[in-house]
């Protein structure tokens, strides 16, 4: 074989300059494909992360909210003379503030019940609007104060509450009823016969017809706004039936 012959043989055996960049070509491009395709499922994961995280932020609130308000109640059982605790629904548009057979005594042998004083209310940590849960587990005459409060709800846009009024067949910003103020106005208790008919089962009658002004709203309309970190906003709502709407008074 001549040299000549042998030098167009390797030559023949190797790429072409040409061979070279079309291949890097191609493999740039699929470089750039897989890369595209591997971005656009990790935003898509961290987009269903932050929604998954704003569903479970969401209903551990209003779960936590339907127990609290599904059980509330007011009592009209006080000691006149020494009253030792008061129960009280108050409700606005932003807030709530009640009295609830939903505590959990989660520590065995304390001193406590399935009573409790519990507050819901929007506020601001560090710039941002959240929702506190404020729970105080031993009822006493002060319910708006003491307890243990927490952060339940982050990146809050909006938090509202609406009443419903059976009598009015309407929703309604405000419900308020404090059995302090049943008490100030000589319905706690028994009643004196010089309020009610004498005898025990007629001033029963007359006292109950007059705590009627002290009614529970049937339910509760709860609405909740959350966003994520782009800002995009995601509703949740829901309805919360009252179970004791009237004073405990048996």
Known sequence: MTPEVERT?????GFTLLEVMIAVGLLVVVSLLMYQSISITMRAREEITRVEDLNHCAQVLLSHIKADISMAFVSNHV????PASNTLFVGREDSILLTTFSHERRQRGTRESDQAVVEYRV???DGEDVVFRREKAILDEDPEKGGVEEVIAVGVRDFKLSYWDDKEEDWVDEWKVDMKD????GLAGGLSEAVAP???KFMKQAQEKMLEEYMLPSRVYVRLVLADYDGNEYPFETQVPVH??????F
């Open 9 to 13: 043989r390797h030559a023949r055996a």
């Open 79 to 82: 000691n006149i003379e020494q």
């Open 123 to 125: 506020g601001t940590m």
């Open 182 to 185: 049943a008490r100030q106005a």
């Open 198 to 200: 004498v005898g025990a």
């Open 244 to 249: 004791i709407r009237a004073p405990l008074n």
